[in-house]
């Protein structure tokens, strides 16, 4: 046999008298368009083994490596673990037999060190926690699907888009930026909306926000935001919040994040869940295609059940109640089969028309509004599976901006670039070494063949003694894929072709920093300008130092004088002096209001799947109306709960029983979309005994949602001081009164699809 494989080693090598591809190596047209690797068939698979003896099995090492294959690659399920009916064990497999118990020198004698099961056990335990995402860690995340709508290989020969149907398993990550692993989840914050799609040509991370812009333009700036908004380091406050001297210290000396400080002091801060929340690339990429032909690419995420948001007092109140809201309602969306689903549409343009906007492409303070390039859907996203273990998914998930497939490109983003680098660099730190592309997790579905080697955790066993390419040991193998399968990256990029001097600079447009703002603004409805306003009247009022407040104000007034004024008032200050623009005269924009950037121009397909709705009881309600409110309510996808003063059984006037699933105090109001208050004079004086129910309505009103009294409940709303019509002496839509349960539930879930009635809003509060 070693004869044997030498002379099989020796004819493999002999097929390879020079290297071949090293005269393609040279020029650009061989750059743009690389050749495949040389490679050679072995006559046998002796030469390209490890060892002659690999023929001996075991149960341990098995068999032969199958031909061509890395065998670390698959589905979870040959990672995933179920101990039913499995005696406990060690880390090596050794059954415990007493898992009670340290081993001692006698009853009451001194613990032995000999006791390895409880080293295995502490030593594991001690070493439980990996260092969190210095940004993005507080995450929530879920498995499923993106379904292609149509093929776009006139565009780009990326896999999740070659044909109409095709089905690529994704897995994605929520997560706010600023706060901690156990911060809440309800803050005012950017969250992340990351994508990781497993093609069968490889893993594609498509990591953006639920925000379509950045506070900055370029990556040399990241560590100095992500600094600021932190907690201050001398004393470590606040989590999870921007409402500090530091941040707003930064912000208010860098125009540029006028244009995200609007996205952030607005709704979308405050999403109402992860499945009402849109996402964004951010970036503006290229996808090409087979020929080689590339246009730049911006992807937009829209949430099926419409775009919705907390109010602020919502959000603070549910931040005390249960901070892990946006988590559990994920969770429960996903569990009772209520799937979150978005659709993704790009807008494609081309680099001429890129040259014509009156703003860069580049810059990832800027979005291209959707009338100067409308948005094309082309395809939808299900998550259809909770993870079966948080700390081995979601928390060892890594997305990296570079995971990119053949087919996509990068722009010459100079915030992007960074990112590139940035991303792995962190993982390689969090994840404990280069190798955290085997975590079942962040493994891709794709084989993966190359010539890494070693480093911490590795856990594929590479067949053979080559390492190295080229080579004639292996038969050439793994060979470089040429440019028909494998990614080349796009030549000539944006301004990439005439200033090839290395210069540390900014495009000339992107010294615009305001009008993208004053757009945005503009394009808000009355309610939501107003809590724009009052966003920033909250946070700034949480500054400590004057000209920090006086500057940011300045800043404002480029940018809207009705906010820069409103802002001014809420803070008690005169209005300063505007900020010097760092130019002079800018470009016309094309667009000055695009309602798009609306949150209600996506209200939703009208569903009231997953909405929470709270329907109060109490003894001596009539409990034919409220159980027939439920039964509508649960036939929609709706998720209704009895809330009484005590949870368990209620004692209706009517005989119908109804078990409460929570008390009016441990499930506040504010947690619930919407409210029935039932009929039944004395279940309604019942109820009135109890100060919760109060809080409950005025909550509900307060944060304008949907309320339906039934019969003599609507003396709970005279009782809490809730108006019969609006401000403005106009009827409330959202406030419904019907004595016929049936009746009661059409408009009330009509009501529903509204979702809020901003109308009744005021400032302060009224009730």
Not at 61 to 89: C, K, M, P, Y
Not at 164 to 173: D, E, N
Not at 551 to 556: D, G, H
Not at 584 to 591: A, G, I, Q, S
Request: aromatic share 8%; glycine share 8%; proline share 7%.
């Amino acid at each position: 046999m070693p004869a044997l494989k030498a002379e099989h080693t020796q004819s493999l090598a002999e097929a390879f008298p020079f290297n071949a591809t090293k005269a393609g190596e040279h020029g650009m047209a061989a750059g743009m368009k690389p050749q495949p690797g040389a490679t050679a068939v072995p006559r046998s698979r002796l030469p390209t083994g490890s060892t002659l003896s690999e023929a001996q099995t075991s149960p341990k090492v098995g068999t032969t490596a199958a031909a061509g294959r890395n065998a670390t690659i698959g589905a979870l399920e040959r990672v995933r673990v179920d101990s039913t009916g499995q005696v406990l064990t060690t880390n090596q497999g050794v059954a415990i037999a007493d898992n009670q118990n340290s081993l001692k020198a006698g009853v009451r004698g001194p613990v032995l060190l000999e006791d390895f099961i409880l080293r295995d056990k502490l030593t594991h335990f001690d070493h439980e926690r990996i260092p969190e995402r210095i940004v993005h860690a507080r995450g929530s995340a879920a498995h499923g699907y993106f379904e292609c709508y149509e093929a776009l290989t006139e565009l780009t020969r990326a896999a999740p888009f070659q044909e109409a149907g095709k089905v690529t398993p994704v897995f994605v990550r929520f997560s706010t930026v600023a706060g901690e692993r156990g911060s809440k989840d309800t803050a005012r914050d950017v969250r992340g909306f990351a994508v990781k799609f497993y093609t069968d040509e490889g893993n594609w991370d498509l990591v953006g926000n639920n925000i379509p812009v950045f506070f900055i333009q370029d990556a040399m700036k990241f560590p100095d935001l992500v600094h600021a908004v932190k907690p201050e380091p001398h004393h470590a406050m606040p989590q999870a919040a921007s409402a500090h001297d530091t941040f707003w210290d930064f912000v208010s000396l860098m125009p540029e994040s006028t244009h995200m400080l609007m996205w952030a002091m607005s709704d979308r801060a405050i999403p109402r869940s992860y499945a009402t929340m849109q996402g964004f690339g951010v970036h503006t990429y290229r996808m090409v295609n087979a020929e080689g032909d590339s246009v730049f690419v911006k992807f937009h995420w829209s949430p099926k059940a419409g775009t919705h948001s907390l109010t602020w007092d919502e959000a603070v109140k549910i931040s005390g109640a249960d901070p892990d809201y946006h988590r559990r309602d994920l969770w429960e969306r996903i569990e009772g089969g209520a799937y979150p689903e978005y659709e993704l549409a790009i807008q494609v343009f081309t680099e001429e028309q890129a040259n014509g906007f009156s703003f860069d492409v580049l810059d990832a303070t800027k979005i291209v509004p959707e009338e100067l390039v409308p948005l094309r859907p082309i395809g939808r996203m299900v998550l259809n599976r909770n993870p079966d273990n948080f700390f081995a998914e979601t928390e060892q998930v890594a997305y990296c901006t570079a995971n990119i497939i053949p087919g996509l490109d990068f722009s010459n983003d100079p915030l992007l670039a960074g990112r590139i680098h940035s991303y792995v660099d962190t993982q390689i730190s969090r994840l404990g070494g280069p190798n955290f592309h085997e975590i079942p997790i962040n493994s891709p579905i794709a084989q993966v063949h190359n010539n890494q080697r070693d480093g911490m955790h590795r856990q594929a066993i590479h067949r053979g003694r080559v390492a190295y390419e080229p080579n004639s040991l292996a038969g050439g193998c793994p060979f470089q894929a040429g440019a028909t399968q494998g990614f080349v990256s796009v030549a000539a990029r944006l301004q990439g072709k005439e200033e090839q001097a290395k210069v540390r600079a900014k495009p000339e447009l992107f010294a615009e920093h305001y009008q993208q703002a004053t757009l945005f603004y503009e394009s808000q409805s009355p309610a939501e300008q107003a809590h724009i306003a009052a966003a920033f009247r909250f946070e700034l009022s949480k500054v400590t130092v004057p000209a920090i407040r006086q500057r940011m104000v300045a800043s404002l007034r480029n940018a809207s004088e009705d906010l820069a004024a409103k802002v001014a008032q809420g803070l008690n200050m005169p209005l300063p002096e505007p900020m010097p623009r760092a130019v002079t005269d800018p470009p016309k924009p094309e667009v000055t209001q695009s309602p798009a950037l609306s949150l209600l121009a996506r209200p939703g397909d009208g569903s009231i799947a997953g909405r929470k709705v709270a329907i109060l009881v109490a003894d001596g309600v009539a409990g034919a109306g409220v159980t027939a409110i439920h039964e509508a309510l649960f036939a929609r996808g709706a998720v209704p709960r009895f809330a009484a003063p005590r949870i368990g059984p209620v004692q209706t006037s009517d005989g119908v029983a109804i078990e409460a699933d929570v008390s009016l105090e441990n499930e506040p109001g504010f947690l619930f979309d919407a409210l029935v208050l039932p009929d039944g004079e004395a279940g309604v004086d019942a109820l009135a005994a109890d100060a919760h129910t109060f809080e409950f309505i005025r909550d509900q009103y307060r944060h304008c949602k949907p309320l339906l009294a039934l019969g003599a409940g609507a003396a709970l709303l005279e009782k809490a001081g809730v108006p019969s019509s609006l401000p403005s002496g106009e009827p409330d839509l959202g406030l419904i009164l019907e004595a016929d349960a049936d009746a009661g539930a059409k408009k009330f879930i009509h009501a529903m699809a509204h979702h809020r009635y901003f109308e009744r809003e005021t400032d302060p509060p009224l009730v």
